[in-house]
């Protein structure tokens, strides 16, 4: 892998201390080189998204996605936690959410007639081996139709590839359900 060194005339910062895109870009390539050169993994959050997003008719509807990119789980025993809430709407709709990690459904309410309330979503994605990860997903709800559980999934993702986290709604008229934010962190196993 090869870093490309930004015009030395650039400034590394704008006036609102953001780095510019071509040093980001610099930085990023290093760290990546570093990261996957030496085998290591640092953790922390990696994506805090809280711009509102909501199902769109009777379709299944992609609310908030993450990437996880290429080797992001490293090494054996690192950790992608996903966090995620948001509402249903006030209507007997049936509603379901899903929650996804490349091409599996790690969590998936089935449809639920639940008529307004709060619901939170947590996961954990831990990597056994390369293609192979052990996988908690639970949902609770302020609605009492809405059963509280765990899913327990054996995730088999190639993790040298980008695997694509997405919190999915589906209800039967638009905004039935809607996702406020979605959290993803990483823990690397020291």
Not at 19 to 41: E, H, M, N, P
Not at 125 to 134: D, L, P
Not at 136 to 162: K, M, W
Request: charged share 15%; hydrophobic share 40%.
């Amino acid at each position: 892998m090869t870093a490309s060194l930004p015009d030395s005339n650039e400034i590394i910062a704008n006036e609102n201390l953001l780095v510019t895109t071509s040093w980001f870009t610099f930085f990023q390539d290093v760290w990546k080189a570093i990261r996957g050169g030496l085998g290591i993994s640092i953790g922390g959050t990696l994506s805090t998204n809280a711009v509102s997003a909501a199902n769109s008719g009777g379709g299944e509807t992609n609310l908030m996605t993450y990437a996880a990119g290429s080797n992001l789980l490293k090494n054996n025993g690192d950790e992608l936690y996903i966090k995620a809430w948001g509402v249903y709407a006030s209507n007997a709709n049936n509603k379901t959410i899903k929650l996804k990690f490349g091409s599996q459904t790690i969590l998936n309410t089935g449809a639920i007639a639940a008529n307004d309330g709060a619901w939170q979503i947590e996961a954990s994605i831990i990597r056994k081996v390369t293609a192979t990860q052990e996988i908690i997903a639970t949902i609770t709800s302020s609605n009492s139709s809405v059963p509280e559980s765990a899913t327990r999934t054996a995730g088999t993702q190639d993790l040298t590839t980008s695997n694509i986290i997405s919190l999915t709604g589906q209800g039967t008229s638009s905004n039935d359900i809607v996702q406020y934010a979605m959290l993803v962190k990483l823990t690397p196993n020291d």
